[in-house]
């Protein structure tokens, strides 16, 4: 099969910036357009210094070239009201914002406000490959999961796909994310002053992640908390399980649900790092999952990592259609990280 | 009154260093030997550079000076088998270890390796003013308490006075802390290369301060982080309260138990730092509390925040010595911290 | 003496918070105001939240009280424009900005934009204690000197004074700075995933520091870098003297000129921090200095190390405040910094 | 071409690690061996947890397999005297430290002690590239280049080239590096607590690494200063040239000399990232070089950023033996960093 050609509307944020990284190491796609009002004309490279190397340029989103496939990289709200213009420019589209994630426009409006286009929920198909792989060969609206909402959904599948929590548990999900989560632009609380060396809480009951992950395991306690890192969310589970379990259960299910998975290492490691750890993966497509009993208080604590930016968005991205068009799913994505790194 | 005596035991590490840098600015202090067998007769300013202006030299613990007060900033396990020493020294004994902190040797054994001198465990006194003020009047030997026990027991202290909370709760900590916890010295773990922008778990289970929690309030489920900051100890609590309570029941907890005290604020902020911060306490006595509550999940979320080396240690050193001894409780503790900081 | 009253205007700036706390722990200072047009009414730590247990309200800017001293930590610029206002509020004017430190309007268009009140650069008072304090005693309008101008003038000054330097030699001063130094505010340049990291250029020549110390030392290349930390300006000088210099020679030049200063440490340590630290500084009034010498390369590198926010800025201010009132020097200013600590 | 079989040794340190990432993604080279005495027969992703996704474990440095290519990270010293088993082993060698960089027994003694193999100092290929290429195709014993040596002839090597310089100017180096240079273990000084946040001088003069500058451009006054990054060096050249210069002079210089380089960028950038930065290189093999002329001084300012790590180290080796071998340069080397990324 020869290359298909790639649009990331939305070029110049965060999740944009490394769409482009993603797609010019990819041997099977290659960049039509990359979209940004803003910067229109401008070098790629201006705006991500990763790419200086890369000779490409932005241009406006209002005429969108034909291709294979579009991935979209917009603020929140965005995809609904253009989603005609990309399903004109392109078979299959990527849509990294929270616009599909959702099955129904009842949830929806639940934790957003009013879906513009609330027949599209039914059709798209959310990507979290480890949940719904065999979903989306053939999809032509895919929705990237949320980073905070895959951290905490692969931490926790394991042990509702082996039956030892139900969704009647008390699981409080305590959760540790970096800067890019804001995405690019920043006020003054994401000033490098006053964003540093923080552990603030932010959306301590009611983040709109608890939608997703509701969806698809139950009704969690979620609160996040803004640490010194750019890249990385790391998500703490606390779970009280109904029945007594050991960590022989534990290893079963997390062995039974990840050992075949590509982007996923169940960790149980000795050395410095012996939980996940965002840093290991940052950069990268791979989470860790990891896990410790505590035997007194009859909870189970399941540590899950993720790069918030790679398989938490654009990496997912990447993997769902990779898997979507029949590609290789590690195809552009078998990179390993760095060591030793810093707040990545 | 004139100025006591005073000498550090242990003063070239982290605590004993800033038992040193509070000594020198406290009007009723003077600091009569600062020991430390590796740095004997160097400069305090070598080991500690912000104390460089200060013109003192360690000498070695084997002879103590007769003095009013002794500090002993030793790791666990050392106070209790030099307490003849040290009583022999001093009349007033403030230790930072774990050693005396426990009220029964059962409890020791359960948490730590066997005690040398249980029959101390019994006459010491826990500091931790907030919790304990009116057992420190004229006490002799004082344990301070633990930094993510003191963190943890701020946060909850409201609740369980007025009766939101009886012990039979799940109550989860979850908890975040600097790399000073670790104290001076550092292997690999410690490294900037290893431990910059890690979300490291440690203690998932059965850390040791839990003890000092259950003593005072009750079983909690306890588990510690490690994130990119030196100073600082971020303690969440999820509680799943028997009865329902409202805002306005928490508001009126807090203010009862902490409206009076002189170190502790509840944050109830708009702008950037709307919840407890421990940059915003870093350097100092102060700690910080703060709530929400989350109606869906039944849940209370309760915020606090310490630096770990002042009102989690040396600060509740002094602050336990200053009520001990009859001086005015916010003698040589009474300074902000700075705005902006990093991570301090 | 009783206490002084005291205004701040532009309080809500990151300069204007420091004066606040050190104002609010000066011993000689009542704070009267703390003027913030965009904060009116707010309380004070809602933007500093250091200052969370000072019960303060910003005010509007238009009607300033009647004060013994006023600080004025706006913008560059705008004191020029309202120095009118401020002489009829107050005695005692201490300008943080760049307004009045250049001693003619020549000077001050070569390095900024035309003046509006001219007449006033040969009546202020340019305030580096160390090189102007008799200059100060009685002071009305007074000019705190420049961060970078601070960190290289007392850096070179023992080496001009002592003769070793005549300002014919070659001097490189290349600075590193915190993101302080920035202002509060933020954009895309200064967010945290933008600016953490980064060793970044900025002004590689021209900076409008420069003025300062030629006006005091003679012409040098100097380029600063922006680095990972909030608090802190470190220059480092590279010197290439007409005559040889020893070691010796140099010992004494600095001694002589620095051993009677209360703020200043000439640092010939061993241990880690050999050399002046910038963390060993944060927070406090003290500038460090050092040097080695190069004697393949004939050359001489000093170091230098301030908070720029203290010594370089605000703490600057009140020291000179302190001599122009006839207060003892270190008036609220005594205090050291901490250890261990991070970014600060 | 099959692949060629690469043996690691010194595999547990960080560069070893990096070698270790670059090998497990290169299309041409198969790990056969990595050895680590202190962690043989442990995985290697329990020391490097980037790479746990990787079925390898260390063994002892004492059975050497024979391959093609043998990589030694081993500390300044070892190499030379394990050479006589590094060849039998393999019949190309490269190696990172400093052993076989200086071309004479002289230069070595006279930064280095005693070397024990000063025959192979003439046989030894010199490993910059850009400035070697030449010399490396069939090369048998090739030495790559040291991090701040490289970072600075980049710098400067196109003003050499060009004939703006000729060696006779004064030219001072001020480099800013990352923690990872110091390698594995740490100690007091480079534990987090102490080493965050610094501006740091260390080898303030007679850093060894101006003996490679030396060696091939000629003296410079050079001083290292470790900031807060993990990986990174970044050099400032501020130079003076016997002669007035251009910027359109430079430009010229600079497009010249590495127009078709592929691993090096003259960057010259609006947005946030004008000059060279560390971060936008971070993990890769690039380099970037900029410029800035400071007309009232009569300076050039050249800045030019690397990945100590990669281009510094482990890239710079892997290029190296791409030449070597005959391998297409960019083999394994050709993907792009990070944006946004902290301080990696």
């Not at 990819?26 to 200086?52: C, D, M, W």
């Not at 929590?165 to 959760?175: F, H, R, Y």
């Not at 606390?238 to 996923?264: C, M, S």
């Not at 189970?300 to 769902?320: L, R, T, W």
Request: with cysteine.
């Amino acid at each position: 099969m020869s290359t298909l050609t790639a649009t990331v509307v939305g070029a110049s944020g965060f999740t944009g910036g490394e769409l482009l990284r993603l797609l010019a190491g990819h041997p099977k796609f290659e960049i039509a357009q990359a979209t940004s009002r803003q910067y229109e004309r401008k070098t790629i490279g201006r705006v991500h210094p990763n790419l200086r190397g890369v000779d490409l340029r932005f241009s406006a989103p209002d005429d969108l070239e034909s291709v294979d496939v579009l991935f979209a990289a917009t603020p929140h709200g965005v995809s609904m009201d253009h989603i005609d213009a990309f399903q004109e420019a392109a078979d299959t589209i990527v849509d990294l914002s929270a616009d599909f994630r959702l099955d129904s426009e009842g949830q929806y409006d639940e934790w957003y406000d009013g879906h513009t286009r609330p027949e599209f929920l039914s059709e798209s198909v959310y990507a979290l490959p480890e949940l719904t792989r065999e979903d989306l060969p053939g999809a032509e609206l895919i929705a990237a999961g949320g980073c905070n909402a895959t951290a905490t959904i692969l931490g926790l599948l394991p042990l509702f796909e082996d039956g030892i929590l139900d969704g009647t548990e008390q699981t409080i999900v305590d959760v540790k994310v970096g800067s890019s989560e804001g995405g690019a632009g920043g006020g003054t609380a994401s000033s490098h002053a006053e964003r540093s060396g923080v552990v603030r809480p932010y959306a301590p009951a009611g983040h709109r992640h608890e939608a997703e992950i509701e969806q698809f395991l139950g009704p969690v306690s979620f609160t996040a908390h803004a640490v010194d890192m750019i890249r990385g969310a790391s998500a703490t589970c606390h779970i009280f399980p109904n029945d007594p379990v050991t960590k022989r259960d534990l290893w079963g299910a997390y062995r039974e649900q990840y050992d075949e998975e590509p982007f996923v290492r169940t960790v149980a490691g000795g050395g410095v790092y012996r939980y996940p750890e965002p840093k290991a993966v940052a950069g990268t497509n791979y989470a860790e999952v990891g896990f410790e009993l505590d035997p007194s208080n009859k909870r189970i604590i399941v540590f899950s990592a993720i790069d918030n930016m790679m398989k938490g968005s654009a990496g997912q991205a990447i993997h769902a259609a990779n898997i979507a068009l029949g590609f290789e799913e590690t195809a552009g994505l078998a990179f390993q990280g760095l060591h030793p790194v810093g707040a990545p």
